[in-house]
């Protein structure tokens, strides 16, 4: 469910009509529900209810500093998987202790700085990692908390550019060598073991490949206790996925999530953090665009929008789909027509749909590209010297620009020519 909806023929971001938020910023730009993130936050929250947990956001999704802000009043906790992700989250006010940082590359210099900032914990990806975090939290005169991800070997059945959890991927430590990798840590002083670590992937739509990864955290959990160390915390990921299109089949509630949950893990006495990104944000934005030209050619014709993949890299990079609509509600049983729905980037690539079946729509319209909210405005570009679209956020019948439309002075001038030039 999210809060954009036709009201007296006109498409509502909760209520304020996208036409004029169009009229004030410009098109094309991001808008996000604050309703809809709050939602679906709540919904995780609740399906955990009864097992001391923390839902700590994937800020990867969508990272803007009000997004973070209003989920961090919420209660939530961010993933980050970057120095700079850590900045953003500690700028939106969310206090340390409810940071986890993630990624396979983290650097001495974000080491340094989220030991220096405060941190949950550091979900630990590899052993020169460890060694090189054990070494400079000994430096610091310090202990970093960790959880060392294994890697289950479990099909996520999702894309293959986002499937994290099999052999070949990078991610994580095999879950055949745990017990030797947590017997190293053990031995490091600039270390405490806490728990352990998973994540197999995004855009999961059937809960049996995180229930078959889970069990072997549980198995796990129970081979490492009886070895002597510590588990107190399980940290799942994220990656429950979210239905793009309309026809496709909707994936499990947030709430079965939390029944699997207690099925496989509940009887350790863990607690539970969780990651989830794209459910959160997904459907709490849309990409607003107008039509420049229909254009006929052969054997088809072409919406040619203002929006470009640089705005929205997901279908030209992962062949993702969203769901287009007019911003218009279009007249009950209007005829409808195929198109190609393109920007102006000169690349074939810059393709959103190919022989979409539209209303009619005619230069000059708005149209939305719904489930937009994340990894849209994060993922964006200035290619084509084209710039960052503005992000808006909407709260009951207010809305504010969160990021602006930078000027090209803005953004020419960001490059430097030197003096021999």
Known sequence: MDHFLYKDGVLCAEDVPV???????????????????????????????????????????????????????????????????????????????????????????????????????????????????????????TVAPITIRVNPDVDAKTHAKIATGKSENKFGIPISRARDVYRLAAKMPGLKVIGIDVHIGSQLTDLAPF????????????????????????????????????????????????????????????????????LIAGNAGLMVSEVIYVKSG??????????????????????????????????PGAEQAKYDIVGPVCESGDTFARERMMPPVASGDLVAFRSAGAYGAVMSSEYNSRPLIPEVLVRGDQFAVIRPRPTFDEMINRDTIPEWL
């Open 19 to 141: 036409a004029e938020i169009a009229a004030a910023v410009g098109t094309p730009f991001y808008v996000y529900s604050t309703a809809t993130l709050l939602r679906h936050f709540t919904l995780f929250d609740e399906a955990l209810e009864g097992i001391d947990h923390l839902v700590c956001y994937a800020m990867k999704a969508a990272s803007n500093q009000a997004i973070l802000k209003t989920l961090a009043q919420a209660g939530a906790g961010m993933d980050v998987v970057s120095g700079g992700e850590y900045r953003r989250a500690k700028a939106a006010g969310v206090p340390a202790d409810k940071i986890v940082f993630s990624g396979v590359g983290k650097t001495a210099a974000e080491i340094r700085l989220a030991l220096e900032g405060g941190i949950r914990q550091f979900n630990v990806e590899s052993e020169p990692e460890m060694v090189l975090l054990d070494a400079t939290a000994r430096a610091m005169n």
């Open 211 to 278: 229930e078959q990864a889970y069990q072997k955290v549980a198995d796990l959990t129970e081979m490492l206790r009886a070895e002597g160390h510590e588990i107190m915390r399980l940290d799942l990921g994220g990656g429950l996925g979210i239905p793009y299109a309309r026809d496709n089949q909707a994936p499990p509630l947030p709430s079965d999530y939390g029944a699997m949950v207690r099925r496989t893990l509940g009887h350790l006495g863990c607690e539970i953090e969780i990651e989830p990104g794209r």
């Open 298 to 331: 052969e054997g088809r014709d072409f919406l040619i929008i203002d929006g470009a993949m640089n705005d929205l890299i997901r279908p030209a990079m992962y062949e993702a789909w969203h769901d287009i609509i007019p911003v218009v509600e279009p007249e």
